[in-house]
């Protein structure tokens, strides 16, 4: 029989070397363990909500009654719900003719793009424009449009840091692009260094790469560093001298776990640089609900802010976006709440902001507890998590380890970590899904596991780390 269309052998080659660790190997793996009865807790995943967080009220009492619109009919609908949800509710519904069973604009609703667009004035202090703000099915789906757009064929690169979250490596194979990386420097807390940025444009330029995009993601994830002032300062100069688009990934701005570096965006250090750089400089943002103190990862809802595109570019990308005819409506409404939330004097308020410090303070207590437990093992070194959710300490393998990795054919991160999963349960990613420099080995863990499991888990991961080196040292 002659081969099929969708036969292996005969699938498009971007395809197959789209590769994306967060769901890899480890992660079926645990996921075959859990089916065989072992206790799993997956800490691959910046997944919240999975991990026991509980959703704040007032998002999910609004879109109940969005869902259900006729609890807004019944007369006993007061006692279940506060005042102000209700309003809302009215409010989102007033928004799209049909409700959220009904196509949106492509775009978005215009309703809730102008709370976004007015949520960003207030954060960076400068106006914003709603018709350069779309919605889309959580923010991985606006990072893989743009990228889309940007990418011509494969002598087009994109500057991805490294390590980094692999839906950029995979989203630019398969989109036929180039990856042109540059390193983040551990020693430095992960710092950007811009020299290193100019050698890894000047390499691939001699490799006859076109680069076109630079991606930063702030806070850092895997590494949970937030850029300085001045990092943004030196990275928007450099974008500017070398004619890149700037690809700001901030979905984890509010997952701040110290003050002496605070979330600045990209777009506010532009803004406040004045013209020529301001008024030039090509930058587009993405945030999301499925981070920060929201965890509303499956609701899919996310959006992009263009600056300085032209309106062409704009009317090519709004084309595009159509194709799909519109973004999840429940998800657009969760977009409208986070930059609109309760304010001071609503009856939802006092509850709304005691749940969401909550979350933060606990998160900001388990990023010191995972931090300092890893730096308690035998050939683990790990930075403070400032932002985001993860923790991504470096485990210096013993040669034992390294040549027993090789004789099965693992990588020595990938061999550790399936060590680590049968022994302890506990499904991380290996570093060598990220990137890292040759002969280093890493692991990423998000810090979402419930506060009062966290130093158990940690002292689970301790006796294995000492065990594993004892064995293979």
């Known amino acids: 029989m002659s081969s099929k269309p969708l036969d292996y052998e005969n699938l498009n080659e971007n395809v197959k070397k789209c590769q994306y660790a967060v769901r890899g190997e480890l992660y079926l793996r645990a996921s075959q363990l859990q089916k065989e009865g072992k206790k799993i807790i997956f800490t691959n995943v910046g997944n919240p909500h999975a991990l026991g967080q509980k959703p704040l009220t007032f998002p999910r009492q609004v879109i109940a009654l969005c869902q259900a619109p006729f609890l807004l009919d019944d007369p006993n609908v007061g006692q279940l719900f506060p005042a102000d949800a209700i309003a809302k509710a009215k409010h989102y519904l007033s ?15 215009p309703g809730v793009r102008k709370e976004i667009a007015d949520f960003i004035e207030r954060r960076d202090g400068y106006p914003s424009d709603p018709e350069h703000i779309f919605l ?20 087009d690169g994109v500057l991805v840091p490294v ?27 992960w710092g950007l260094d811009i020299n290193d940025l100019r050698q890894s444009i000047e390499q691939a330029r001699q490799n ?12 850092g994830n895997p590494t949970g560093q937030c850029l300085s002032e001045q990092n943004l300062r030196q990275i928007i100069q450099f974008c500017y001298e070398e004619i890149l688009v700037l690809l700001g990934d901030e979905v984890y701005q509010q997952n701040i776990y110290q003050d002496e570096h605070p979330f600045i965006s990209a777009r506010k250090v532009l803004f406040d640089m004045g013209p020529p750089i301001s008024k030039e400089l090509q930058l587009v943002s993405f945030h999301t609900v499925s981070k920060g103190y929201w965890g509303e990862c499956g609701q899919r809802g996310g959006y992009f802010e263009m600056t300085n ?6 009317e090519e990308i709004y084309k595009v976006a159509s194709i799909s005819l519109s973004p999840n409506v429940p998800a657009q409404i969760f977009l409208g709440l986070l930059a609109n939330p309760p304010k001071p004097g609503d009856i939802s308020y006092e509850q709304f902001a005691r749940e969401s410090k909550g979350i933060l303070e606990s998160l900001r207590r388990r990023a010191h507890i995972m931090t300092d437990g890893f730096n308690s093992c035998k050939n683990v070194v790990c930075n403070f998590t400032e932002g985001a ?15 027993a990795a090789k004789k099965l054919e693992k990588a020595p991160d990938v061999f550790y970590c399936l060590k680590l999963l049968e022994a302890t349960g506990i499904s991380t990613v290996p570093g060598s899904g990220f990137g890292q420099k040759e002969g280093v080995f890493h692991l990423r863990t998000t810090i979402l596991p419930a506060e009062q499991e966290m130093p158990s888990i940690m002292a689970s991961f301790k006796k294995f780390n000492d065990a594993f080196m004892a064995r293979y040292e």
């Open 95 to 109: 928004l799209n003719s049909g409700g959220l069973g009904a196509y949106s604009d492509s775009r978005g609703i």
């Open 163 to 189: 390590p980094q979250y692999p839906l950029y490596s995979a989203t630019i194979s398969l989109y036929g692009g180039s990856l042109v990386p540059y390193y983040l420097e551990e020693t430095a807390d």
């Open 309 to 314: 595109i032209p309106p062409k570019s704009v």
């Open 389 to 403: 959710m993860y923790s991504f300490p470096q485990i210096q393998l013993p040669p034992g380890a390294i040549d």
């Open 208 to 219: 006859g790469i076109t680069v076109r995009a630079m991606v930063i993601i702030n806070p």
């Open 136 to 155: 889309t099915d959580g923010a991985s789906k606006g990072i893989m449009q743009i990228l889309h757009t940007i990418i011509r064929g494969p002598n």
